[in-house]
Every structure is written in C-alpha cells, then in structure tokens.
Nanobody, 115 residues
Framework: QVQLVESGGGLVQAGGSLRLSCVAS????????MGWYRQARGKQRELVAA???????NYADSLKGRFTISRDSAKSTVYLQMNSLKFEDTAVYYC?????????WGQGTQVTVSS
C-alpha cells in the first residue's frame, strides 16, 4: 500500500514562505516522478511542480521563480519551498506519486495566504 504523508501547510501572510513535505512509503526510485498539485475552492486541481528521482524538475509556468521542488532520496521525501506567497496561492496542496501503473495521492494539506 503506497502512502504519501504531507505536512507543512498552514496560515501565512502574503509575502511569506512555507515549506511542504511529503514522505513516501518506500523508495522514491519506485516512482517515475513525484510532485505537488493544488486545488483552490471551485477550481480544478493543477500541477504545481514535479521532480523525477534523478532530479529533473517541471513547474507550472506561473510559479517559476517563487516555488522550488526538491527531494531527499534517503528520506523518501519531496519538498516544496514556497516563497513570496500570494493570496491566490491559497489552496489544498496534494502530494502525488506516479507509479508504473497508478497515480497515488496524499490526503492534502491546506495552505492559506492572508492578504
């Protein structure tokens, strides 16, 4: 059973920073990629950033320069560093792992940015 456990969400003022963590069961090399998606109220879930086990990254164009994804393979953990947060970054952030045959999701962590 694949488990993804997120942490690090919370309430922050606009302009502030947060770091999200996602711990995966098993090695991150078991997955083709891991990443973060977010879903704001009333909107579709969207890709924030993804990273392969070997460090190749992909970002939503609108978030480049403010968000950084990284991984620690020894800890089976993927991080999302979010800087210069804006009110519109408010959403539930979900960790995702792409296995050979399935997508796996964490339970989500709420990020709320106050203006």
């Amino acid at each position: 059973q694949v488990q993804l456990v997120e942490s690090g969400g919370g309430l922050v003022q606009a302009g502030g920073s947060l770091r999200l963590s996602c711990v995966a069961s098993g090695s991150i090399y078991s997955y083709n990629a891991m990443g973060w998606y977010r879903q704001a109220r009333g909107k579709q879930r969207e890709l924030v950033a993804a990273i392969t086990p070997f460090g190749r990254t992909n970002y939503a164009d609108s978030l480049k320069g403010r968000f950084t994804i990284s991984r620690d393979s020894a800890k089976s953990t993927v991080y999302l560093q979010m800087n210069s947060l804006k009110f519109e970054d408010t959403a539930v952030y979900y960790c995702n792992a792409k296995g050979p045959d399935n997508d796996y999701w964490g339970q989500g962590t709420q990020v709320t940015v106050s203006s």
